[in-house]
């Protein structure tokens, strides 16, 4: 459980111990109704294309996810060990959720679904995810995506 | 999470986030942020339960429509059946496979490396099964072939066999080690119809019964030993998880 007060150790003290920038600025950005909304997905999970380059380092780099890919072409290459693979691979949608997405924009929920989506790989420091996280917004406002859902793993 | 939050909500994007470790996301107070109670890899709780995962995901998605924030909401709704499963250290799941050995318990280096190619020929027609049923394979690089021989060959020679040189040796050692992973957890599930271990009864499974799980620790101490600080880094925290 993602509850550290059930974690045993090591493993909680690990996770206490990650860098956690703490942020003077509180930006807001307020829009649309939920349902004009396009919404693209940003994950920390270590996802990619099949074939794409496998994550490696701390170099806070990004992968690129097509709209239209399918559940057998995303794979994970996340370096941590201590988090469950098991639930992604019965089905990408407990990590990745586009099926849930496009369902939610095929009945109206949400606006749409962008063309694009991203991927880090969340043990980078979030520091180094800066310059990459300022370019990725030029991306998106390029897709006209005015929702961001960013996911851990 | 919460810092990429930060950086794309100032520059005018809207943002929002399922937050899985608390205490993290109250130090960095992103804009938008859902809680939920599920362990770390699953932030829709539970695979092959679209209905719940899609009541996380709009529980999610509505905060963009909050007049102001920083907003921490809680998902209080426990992930439906086997999440808690394996945390408890309940029985309720078991192999299917019939082991020939007692791979688990073998110390001997020669015998569990035999051992080890014993098990991967007696899982592989059952991951060609789920293969088969699922037309999908979480397996990235090493196929159930190779990642075998990539771990065995570094264990018996401490170097990658010719014509595995794509990778450097401590991303390669680290990528057939999930693959190997992945190959055990869809041989394991491939019977038709059965259920899935909690990921908790999976890792029981894997670290403490199969040679596989011993392989994967015999890498990570001779990675340790190894003066190449890349190797001795993977050794270190990149094999094996901290509870194992």
Same mark, same amino acid.
């Given at each position: 459980?993602? /509850?550290?007060?059930?974690?045993?150790?090591?493993? !909680?003290?690990?996770?206490?111990?990650?860098?956690?920038?703490?942020?003077?600025?509180?930006?807001?950005?307020?829009? !649309?109704?939920? =349902?004009?909304?396009? &919404?693209?997905? &940003?994950?920390?999970?270590?996802?990619?294309?099949?074939?794409?380059?496998?994550?490696?380092?701390?170099?806070?780099?990004? /992968?690129?996810?097509?709209?239209? &890919?399918?559940?057998?072409?995303?794979?994970?290459?996340?370096?941590?060990?201590? %988090?469950? /693979?098991t639930? %992604?691979q019965q089905?990408?949608?407990?990590?990745?959720?586009?099926? /849930?997405? !496009?369902?939610? =924009?095929?009945?109206? +929920? &949400?606006? +749409?679904?962008?063309?694009?989506?991203?991927?880090?790989?969340?043990?980078?420091?979030?520091?180094?995810?800066?310059?990459?996280?300022?370019?990725?917004?030029?991306?998106?406002?390029?897709?006209?995506?005015?929702?961001?859902?960013?996911?851990?793993? | 999470?919460?810092?990429?939050?930060?950086?794309?909500?100032?520059?005018? *994007?809207?943002?929002?986030?399922?937050?899985?470790?608390?205490?993290?996301?109250?130090?960095?107070?992103?804009?938008?942020?859902?809680?939920?109670?599920?362990?770390?890899?699953?932030?829709?709780?539970?695979?092959?339960?679209?209905?719940?995962?899609?009541?996380?995901?709009?529980?999610? *998605?509505?905060?963009?429509?909050?007049?102001?924030?920083?907003?921490?909401?809680?998902?209080?709704?426990?992930?439906?059946e086997g999440a808690a499963r394996g945390d408890e250290g309940l029985e309720g799941w078991s192999c299917p496979i019939i082991m020939t050995s007692e791979a688990g318990k073998?110390?001997?280096?020669?015998?569990?490396?035999?051992?080890?190619?014993?098990e991967?020929?007696e899982l592989?027609?059952r991951y060609?099964l789920g293969?088969?049923?699922?037309?999908?394979?979480?397996?990235?690089?090493?196929?159930?072939?190779?990642?075998?021989?990539?771990?065995?060959?570094?264990?018996?020679?401490?170097?990658?066999?010719?014509?595995?040189?794509?990778?450097? #040796?401590?991303?390669? *050692?680290? #990528?057939?080690?999930?693959? *190997?992973k992945?190959f055990y957890f869809e041989a394991a599930t491939a019977r038709p119809g059965s259920a899935s271990p909690s990921s908790g009864e999976f890792n029981r499974w894997f670290w403490q019964e199969t040679a596989g799980g011993r392989? #994967?620790?015999?890498?990570?101490?001779?990675?340790?030993?190894?003066?190449?600080?890349?190797?001795?880094?993977?050794?270190?925290?990149?094999?094996?998880?901290?509870?194992q």
């Amino acid at each position: 459980m993602a /509850r550290l007060d059930r974690m045993p150790e090591p493993m !909680k003290s690990h996770l206490l111990n990650l860098p956690c920038p703490a942020f003077q600025e509180r930006p807001w950005v307020s829009g !649309k109704p939920l =349902a004009e909304r396009r &919404i693209a997905i &940003i994950s920390t999970a270590g996802l990619q294309r099949r074939g794409d380059r496998p994550f490696e380092g701390m170099t806070g780099e990004y /992968r690129v996810i097509s709209g239209d &890919i399918t559940a057998g072409d995303l794979v994970m290459t996340h370096i941590s060990t201590n %988090f469950d /693979r098991t639930g %992604f691979q019965q089905d990408w949608n407990v990590a990745f959720p586009l099926d /849930r997405l !496009k369902e939610l =924009a095929a009945e109206g +929920s &949400i606006g +749409s679904v962008a063309a694009y989506h991203y991927s880090f790989m969340g043990a980078a420091d979030p520091s180094d995810m800066e310059p990459a996280a300022r370019t990725l917004a030029l991306l998106l406002k390029g897709d006209n995506v005015d929702g961001v859902l960013l996911l851990p793993v | 999470m919460g810092a990429l939050a930060h950086y794309l909500e100032s520059e005018g *994007l809207p943002t929002t986030q399922i937050s899985l470790i608390r205490e993290h996301t109250e130090t960095i107070r992103p804009p938008r942020a859902l809680w939920v109670p599920f362990e770390l890899g699953r932030p829709f709780g539970t695979p092959g339960n679209a209905a719940f995962q899609k009541r996380v995901l709009m529980a999610a *998605l509505r905060l963009l429509e909050a007049p102001e924030g920083p907003l921490l909401v809680d998902f209080t709704e426990e992930a439906p059946e086997g999440a808690a499963r394996g945390d408890e250290g309940l029985e309720g799941w078991s192999c299917p496979i019939i082991m020939t050995s007692e791979a688990g318990k073998e110390t001997d280096m020669e015998r569990l490396l035999a051992a080890f190619k014993r098990e991967v020929a007696e899982l592989r027609p059952r991951y060609d099964l789920g293969f088969e049923e699922r037309k999908r394979t979480a397996v990235v690089e090493f196929g159930p072939q190779s990642s075998p021989e990539v771990l065995s060959s570094f264990l018996t020679g401490g170097k990658l066999l010719a014509g595995q040189k794509k990778f450097s #040796l401590a991303l390669a *050692l680290r #990528l057939a080690a999930q693959d *190997l992973k992945a190959f055990y957890f869809e041989a394991a599930t491939a019977r038709p119809g059965s259920a899935s271990p909690s990921s908790g009864e999976f890792n029981r499974w894997f670290w403490q019964e199969t040679a596989g799980g011993r392989i #994967l620790k015999a890498v990570k101490e001779r990675c340790m030993q190894e003066s190449d600080e890349s190797l001795k880094k993977t050794g270190a925290m990149l094999l094996v998880p901290l509870d194992q």
